[in-house]
């Protein structure tokens, strides 16, 4: 895999049948090695070695519904209160962040409320505070530190 805008992280890899596997230390398994994981992984990491988020506040598709509809976030990390505080939104490398990608994770976000967004194709990370009031996404240049 390639490597991607993010500090460098020690995974563990294996090859099972011909395929990659990954070891995903939140679901506390081995998934398969695409493209969009490979993203996701690094995420994962980010947010538990440099953001300092407890493995324990952070959840990898978790179902919500919208509109009748079940869909999943890539990454949802929870609040100390258990109320959702990040949604991110991972894409391949090869997926060009646009404005169907923020209008995703707002959808999501119509169900979850949370504090904060990030999207990112593993390049190009963006970051957003939400503005409920003025319904208005505010850019910034990361997400904040863990803080209990």
Same mark, same amino acid.
């Given at each position: 895999?390639?490597?991607?805008?993010?500090?460098?992280?020690?995974?563990?890899?294996?090859?099972?049948?011909?395929?990659?596997?990954?070891?995903? =230390?939140?679901?506390? +398994?081995?998934? *398969?090695?695409?493209?969009?994981?490979?993203?996701?992984?690094? $995420?994962?990491? @980010?947010?538990?070695?440099?953001?300092?988020?407890?493995?324990?506040?952070?959840?990898?598709?978790?179902?919500?519904?919208?509109?009748?509809?079940?869909?999943?976030?890539?990454?949802?990390?929870?609040?100390?209160?258990?109320?959702?505080?990040? =949604?991110?939104?991972? +894409?391949?490398? *090869?997926?060009?962040?646009?404005?169907?990608?923020?209008?995703? $994770?707002?959808? @999501?976000?119509?169900?979850?409320?949370?504090?904060?967004?990030?999207?990112?194709?593993?390049?190009?990370?963006?970051?957003?505070?939400?503005?409920?009031?003025?319904?208005?996404?505010?850019?910034?240049?990361?997400?904040?530190?863990?803080?209990?």
């Amino acid at each position: 895999m390639q490597s991607l805008n993010f500090p460098t992280y020690k995974f563990k890899i294996k090859n099972t049948k011909k395929k990659y596997a990954i070891f995903d =230390i939140i679901r506390k +398994k081995y998934v *398969s090695l695409t493209p969009e994981e490979w993203v996701r992984q690094h $995420i994962i990491h @980010y947010l538990v070695e440099e953001k300092n988020y407890p493995i324990s506040l952070i959840a990898i598709e978790k179902k919500i519904t919208i509109n009748n509809l079940t869909k999943r976030t890539d990454i949802l990390v929870f609040n100390t209160e258990g109320l959702p505080h990040i =949604i991110v939104e991972c +894409k391949a490398p *090869s997926i060009k962040i646009s404005q169907n990608s923020f209008d995703q $994770i707002s959808r @999501y976000n119509l169900n979850l409320n949370a504090n904060y967004l990030m999207v990112s194709n593993g390049f190009n990370h963006y970051y957003c505070k939400m503005d409920l009031k003025n319904e208005q996404f505010v850019f910034l240049n990361d997400i904040p530190n863990y803080n209990p």
